[in-house]
């Protein structure tokens, strides 16, 4: 029950998504390269991609600007919510 109301929390799902999406792009150049073709400026981009903030400050901060809900209803992720 615990974990059913966790994955309920649609912000808390798109947080975790977005990691994984980080994690899979995995190195800076890719993580660069992928959020300039999303639409990132080339800030952002660069600032996301040295991962300061680690995966889960980054998937906080910047990359909730690029990978929003319409991303993730583009590849058919179903929501929670």
């Known amino acids: 029950m615990k974990l059913d109301s966790w994955l309920r929390t ?3 799902v798109l947080r975790v998504l977005r ?3 980080l994690r899979q ?6 993580i660069y390269r992928e959020m ?7 800030s952002l981009a660069r600032r ?6 680690g ?3 980054s998937a906080r901060t910047g990359l909730k600007v690029v990978l929003t809900v319409r ?4 590849l058919g992720v179903p929501r929670f919510s």
Request: glycine letters at 6%; a positive charge; hydrophobic letters at 45%.
């Open 10 to 12: 649609p912000l808390r």
């Open 19 to 21: 990691v994984l999406r």
């Open 25 to 30: 792009w995995r190195h800076p150049s890719r």
């Open 36 to 42: 300039r073709a999303l639409g990132a400026d080339d």
């Open 48 to 53: 996301v991609a040295l991962l300061r903030a």
């Open 55 to 57: 995966w889960w400050g």
């Open 71 to 74: 991303y993730f209803d583009s």
